[in-house]
């Protein structure tokens, strides 16, 4: 051990106490340690939501979509051959959007048709969890109501009091020429299945039917809106996207979910350096502790300084006294941060089953915001991102005392000894 480095840890403790380090010193550990903690807690759970929502969107949806610029796609078939030679794609499934009223009793809203077909849409989308009923009863053969299926969210079937099995009137506002002029066309569907998405937006607006009963109800024919594509990197989807458009050529193109919900994530992202950045002052605070600490240190250790000065001591070794106490400080801190941090992101969702059990109300109740538990997601390189500029802020507040503390003239510091 150098001499330095022993000097710099004998200064840790307090003069006339047995403690280990001072209360200046206890205070500035203390400091780094909440910022570091609070920062690796918040950004777990930042993180932790930005899945949850990921996990939600590509649930229902697809990694990327593939349309035409003239409308309708006829050769489907065709073309979800050639997607099956391009490399990142792993499946791909038909699609057909819609829009019309839903009406039962009196009670109607609007809502989305959305045509699937049933053999291999489970390939490529999830509609999450089936409260009643299955996909597989979209079919004729399979659909048990003697109606052509349909499949709705739970949020719809509260809205309009609908159950298994009901039966439930599509009108289809752009209407068809009849001799008493343009009427709605209106035709009845048996509810075969419900599914909970887990998110609102979809479980109150979605409706499913198969792809064929979809195309008759539209007239259609045989044309669909679209192609959904599943690939095996969803960060990747938008270079497979890419090469599905070079791939094809004209008349098609293919957005991937990440430009679809780009404004979104856009503002996740910038939120989560928003809190990185107002967090980061927490730390930035325990830094102005450090530097009092280590000023008051300069003041009182004066005479072992002008004495070590006066046995040989250069200004370079008293700096490295003074920053070696410094960075020893801001490492103590740093670690317990990130042990605190890491263990309680890891485990927050039991700390919430805790604070439910002992308090008796929920963080996130699950009827407003559909998540259960407070979702926690560890980024290891944001908790290595947040130690090292800890580190580097700790190292920064260190300079100027250990700066002051080297120009120390040992004549001043020993006159009146």
Not at 60 to 76: A, C, P, R
Not at 128 to 133: I, L
């Amino acid at each position: 051990m150098s001499y330095e480095f022993f000097i710099g840890l004998r200064y840790l403790k307090a003069k006339r106490t047995h403690t280990f380090i001072s209360v200046n010193t206890f205070i500035s550990v203390a400091g780094i340690f909440l910022g570091v903690a609070a920062l690796i807690i918040v950004l777990a759970v930042m993180n932790g939501f930005e899945t949850e929502l990921r996990d939600k969107i590509l649930g229902i949806n697809s990694h990327i979509v593939l349309m035409e610029y003239d409308g309708g796609m006829k050769d489907h078939a065709e073309v979800m051959k050639k997607l099956e030679s391009i490399d990142g794609v792993v499946a791909s499934t038909p699609f057909i959007y819609g829009q019309a009223m839903l009406k039962n009793e009196g009670k109607v809203t609007g809502a989305v048709l959305r045509g699937m077909s049933v053999e291999t849409s489970a390939d490529v989308i999830n509609l999450g969890k089936m409260k009643e009923g299955d996909i597989a009863s979209l079919s004729d053969e399979g659909n048990r109501t003697g109606l052509p299926g349909i499949v709705i969210g739970k949020e719809l079937a509260q809205n309009l009091g609908l159950v298994l099995f009901d039966t439930v009137e599509i009108l289809l506002p752009m209407g068809i020429s009849t001799p008493m002029g343009v009427v709605p066309k209106i035709k009845e569907f048996g509810v075969v299945g419900v599914f909970d998405s887990g998110s609102y937006e979809y479980d109150s607006t979605l409706v499913f039917l198969s792809l064929e009963n979809c195309k008759k109800f539209l007239d259609m024919k045989d044309e669909v809106t679209g192609i959904e594509i599943k690939v095996d990197d969803i960060y990747g989807a938008g270079k497979i996207a890419k090469a599905i458009e070079q791939k094809l050529g004209y008349p098609y193109w293919a957005r991937s979910w990440m430009e679809m919900n780009k404004n979104l994530f856009s503002a996740l992202k910038l939120e989560k350096r928003v809190m990185f950045i107002i967090l980061s002052l927490i730390v930035l605070v325990a830094a102005f502790n450090i530097i009092t600490t280590l000023i008051m240190t300069v003041m009182e250790k004066a005479k072992d300084i002008a004495i070590l000065k006066s046995m040989g001591a250069t200004a370079r070794s008293i700096m490295k006294i003074f920053m070696i106490e410094g960075i020893i400080i801001g490492a103590i801190g740093t670690a317990l941060g990130c042990i605190t941090g890491i263990t309680v992101a890891l485990k927050l969702e039991r700390i919430g089953r805790f604070m439910e059990n002992l308090f008796g109300f929920k963080i996130l109740p699950k009827d407003v915001y559909y998540l259960s538990e407070l979702p926690s997601q560890v980024n290891y390189g944001d908790v290595a991102a947040i130690a090292l500029v800890a580190m580097l802020i700790c190292f920064l507040a260190a300079i100027y005392p250990s700066w002051r503390a080297s120009r120390l003239d040992p004549a001043e510091a020993l006159r009146y000894e």
